[in-house]
Antibody, heavy 123, light 111 residues
């Protein structure tokens, strides 16, 4: 059974860079064909897709966040990571990592999710 | 303002049926598969429906999905109190600003 677990600082100061890691267990991040995404949810609000990385290392980002987002993968640690720069209070949210099947191109749905981690941007 | 439009809330009695709509456009729902997620309070979203109408293993057939044109619908029959949750639709948007998009979510209350 695949499991995803987010980790990283719960508090980030304004203008700094938010850094989170998602550790995948129950399977190799580089085996099979999958896209690995980050999704966030401000308190009481809906879901916002941040971006994804494919097994090959190619990335796609939400156009509204593209200038501030970097997603990378570390296959040796079975992890993928998110960096969001120049954060403001508007970036305060629960951040989820999720898996998207991609055997014949992207499938546009997320079959496994992490439990989520709250990141607060405040001085 | 979400790209996909869902009603903020729906309600029905236990045992009844409810539908949740998700409206989009030709750049998203009209040309891509739709998925649906259930988010129980304080938990991560859970996949309910993918490829418009397919259920992952373990999802009861009380949950169903359909799509017509630029709209999709989630149906839930035999409502249970445990179905009280937020429900989200999602798909890919192929516009000039491509990416995964979600509806604003619908709060289901089982009266």
């Amino acid at each position: 059974q695949v499991q995803l677990q987010e980790s990283g600082p719960g508090l980030v100061k304004p203008s700094q860079t938010l850094s989170l890691t998602c550790t995948v267990s129950g399977g190799s991040i580089s085996s099979g064909s999958y896209y690995w995404s980050w999704i966030r949810q401000p308190a009481g609000k809906g879901l916002e897709w941040i971006g994804r990385i494919y097994t090959s290392g190619s990335t796609n980002y939400n156009p509204s966040l593209k200038s501030r987002v970097t997603i990378s993968v570390d296959t040796s640690k079975n992890q993928f990571s998110l960096k969001l720069s120049s954060v403001t209070a508007a970036d305060t949210a629960v951040y989820y990592c999720a898996r998207e099947p991609g055997w014949v191109g992207p499938s546009y749905y997320f079959d496994y999710w992490g439990q989520g981690t709250l990141v607060t941007v405040s001085s | 303002q979400s790209v996909l439009t869902q009603p903020p809330s729906v309600s029905a009695a236990p045992g009844q049926k409810v539908t949740i709509s998700c409206s989009g456009s030709s750049s998203n729902i009209g040309n891509n598969y739709v998925s649906w997620y259930q988010q129980l309070p304080g938990t991560a979203p859970k996949l309910l429906i993918y490829d418009n109408n397919k259920r992952p293993s373990g999802i009861p057939d009380r949950f169903s999905g359909s799509k017509s044109g630029t709209s999709a619908t989630l149906g839930i029959t035999g409502l249970q109190t445990g179905d009280e949750a937020d429900y989200y639709c999602g798909t890919w948007d192929s516009s000039l600003s491509p990416g995964m998009v979600f509806g604003g979510g619908t709060k289901l209350t089982v009266l």
